[in-house]
Structure formats: structure tokens, C-alpha cells
């Protein structure tokens, strides 16, 4: 008979947090120090992205497009929709053209500041030396390979932009730049911001086009006899002959209006729907990076109105006011 021995070989690593050498087993994958905190995975390799030029310029191009859709629908809905608002009436001519002209500014002015604006650059944190580290100073960092330099949780690195970002929520193709704790407010400013003004586009657009639409003409509608489902569906069916048989004689300026009314309906539903998203994601105190990881968790995050409050920067009385509001209903519900 032989006795087996079961023999433990230790090895020595060095945290990259504080430079201290730390006795581990073989087989640990991820080791915490125990004096900064820092986290370590040895088996991390960095990988170089061959697409990061590529990237960056679809982003630009992506920018440039929607630049562009941006100035042909605030060009083509003052030629095409206003002629027609100023032969109505000259004030709601002025009117409508102030709303138009703060709407098409304040579009504008966000999405530059959220495509150009930098995301948010994480806080530089002394690492790499024992006798300058202090005690738990690096909790829960991680070594971004990538950047070569401490990353908290709150901070994601982003392969396209080629950087870290802190409270990264994601990387937006159509802004050319991550969207992150710097920029974040911008970009749900000229989601608002763009909702507002294609809701605006298309009931313009839909107005004037009403203006100028060629009359109907209709070919038996008149005599249709009974009721029913059938005389119901038969002057649907008139209605929409008439219908397209007048735009047949559409002139340039209503071709131009039923495009802005149809793009700006697609882009307005896909704009709400983002916009919904962001908000839900604000109101549970996450980003979008940061819900995807706690998908398998069982916690659910604070969800609070106050983090609307908070994210949007309001005084600290309105803060306090709607906290004391919500607390006084929920002990009358209680």
C-alpha cells in the first residue's frame, strides 16, 4: 500500500495596487490585497483592437449624417411649412418661427455638447508604491490593460473611443462618443430636446400639408345604400383612392412635407423609446453598462425619484421638499 500525499505548492505575486508581495495558491484566479484592495487577475491579457481606426471614423460619419438630417429638416421645414403659416397669419407666422428657432437651437446646442463634449475622465489615483498607498485607498480596483492604470467599478473601458470613461452608460454610434458622468445630461437634454422638436415637425407639417393638399375626388361615394360593415369598408376604400389619386398632383413643396411628416414620426418613436429607457435606468440610480451586470443579482436598486432630482442638478430644497413630500405619503398609505 502507498500513501498519497496531496502537496500545495504556493507562489508569490505582486499586487499591482501597492507593490506588496502576496503568498497565494496556484489556482487562484483573482486575488484581493489585503492593504490597498486592490483586485488582481493575473490570467488578464490585453487584446488590441485592429478596428479602432475604423470605429472611430464611422462614428464621425454617423455625426456627419445626422448633422445633416438635422439642417435639412430645420431647412426644409421654414421653406415648405412657414410660406404657408405667413399666408394664414402674419402673427402665427412670428409665432411659430420663435418656437422653431429656439427648438432648432437648443437641438443643436445639445447634441454638439453631447458629441463633443468628453465623456468623463476617472480621477487619477496614486498606485504602485507601498510606503505612498495608504490602506484600503484602491478598494475594488481593478488594472485597466488597455489605459495601464486603476479602475474603479463606476468605470468602463470603451474599445472604440480607446479610453476610460467613468459611469459609462454606453457608446452612441450617432454622437461619435460615449456617453458617460460628464455628458450624460446632455444627451437625455437633446433626446428631450429632439422628441420635442419632431413632434413639433410633424404636426407643422401635417398642418400646411392639410393647406395645401389637392381637393379630393370621389367616385361613387355618394351612392353607397345600407349599413354595415360592407358600406363601412367600401368608403374606406373611396377615401383612400381619392386619397392617392390626389397625391398624384402634389407639388414639390407637399412631396417635401409628407417626407418631414414621415421622418419625423420614425425618428420621434425611436427617439421616445430610448428616452424611456434612459430615464427608467436614471430613476433606478443605474446606467445601462451597470444594469447589464446586475442582471443575475437578486437586489434590486434604490428606486427613487430623487435620483431625477439629483441627476438633473436640482436645488437642494426641492431635493429636500419632494424627500418630505413622499415620506409624508407613504406613512398615509401605511
Same mark, same amino acid.
Given at each position: ?22 503568498? @497565494? ?77 429656439? #427648438? ?8 454638439? @455638447?453631447? /458629441? ?28 485597466? *490593460? ?6 474603479? *467599478?463606476?468605470?468602463?473601458?470603451? @474599445? ?5 470613461? @467613468? +459611469? ?20 437625455? /437634454? ?11 415637425? /410633424? ?7 392639410? *393647406? ?17 360593415? +360592407? ?25 417635401? #412635407?409628407?417626407? #418631414? ?13 430610448? #428616452? ?23 437586489? /434590486? ?30 406613512? *398615509?398609505?401605511?
Amino acid at each position: 500500500m502507498f500513501d498519497l500525499t496531496v502537496v500545495t505548492e504556493d507562489h508569490e505575486a505582486t499586487c499591482w495596487g501597492c507593490g506588496l508581495r502576496l503568498l @497565494l495558491s496556484s489556482y487562484t484566479p483573482v486575488y484581493k490585497c489585503g492593504w490597498c484592495g486592490a483586485i488582481t487577475k493575473p490570467n488578464t491579457h490585453k487584446h488590441e483592437s485592429k478596428c479602432f481606426r475604423w470605429r472611430h471614423l464611422r462614428d464621425r460619419c454617423f455625426v456627419c449624417i445626422l448633422i445633416i438630417f438635422m439642417l435639412f429638416v430645420i431647412c426644409g421645414g421654414v421653406l415648405a411649412v412657414y410660406p404657408v403659416i405667413f399666408s394664414i397669419s402674419y402673427f402665427y407666422g412670428i409665432f411659430h418661427s420663435t418656437i422653431a428657432l429656439i #427648438l432648432s437651437v437648443s437641438t443643436l446646442s445639445t447634441f454638439s @455638447l453631447a /458629441a463633443f463634449c468628453c465623456a468623463g475622465t476617472p480621477p487619477n489615483m496614486t498606485w504602485s508604491s507601498y510606503p505612498v498607498v495608504g490602506k484600503g485607498s484602491l478598494e475594488n480596483y481593478t488594472f485597466c *490593460h488597455y489605459c495601464s492604470k486603476p479602475k474603479s *467599478h463606476r468605470t468602463h473601458h470603451c @474599445l472604440s473611443c480607446g479610453t476610460c470613461i @467613468l +459611469d459609462m452608460d454606453h457608446h452612441c454610434p450617432f454622437i461619435g462618443n460615449c456617453v458617460g458622468a460628464a455628458n450624460h445630461q446632455y444627451f437625455i /437634454a437633446f433626446l428631450i430636446s429632439a422628441v420635442i422638436s419632431t413632434t413639433y415637425v /410633424a404636426i407643422m407639417s401635417l398642418y400646411a400639408g392639410f *393647406h395645401i393638399w389637392p381637393p379630393l375626388t370621389y367616385r361613387s361615394l355618394g351612392r353607397l345604400n345600407g349599413s354595415g360593415a +360592407d358600406s363601412g369598408i367600401i368608403a374606406m376604400k373611396e377615401i383612400i383612392i381619392a386619397f392617392m389619386s390626389s397625391a398624384v398632383h402634389l407639388s414639390l413643396r407637399g412631396i417635401v #412635407l409628407v417626407y #418631414l411628416f414621415v421622418s419625423s414620426v420614425s425618428v420621434e418613436i425611436g427617439l421616445s423609446v430610448l #428616452l424611456w429607457q434612459q430615464l427608467c435606468f436614471v430613476y433606478e440610480g443605474k446606467t445601462y453598462l451597470s444594469h447589464l451586470s446586475s442582471q443575475g443579482d437578486d437586489a /434590486a436598486g434604490d428606486r427613487d425619484c430623487r435620483n431625477l432630482l439629483r441627476f438633473f442638478g436640482c436645488p437642494y430644497f426641492a431635493s429636500r421638499y419632494f424627500t418630505s413630500f413622499s415620506t409624508s405619503m407613504k406613512r *398615509h398609505k401605511k
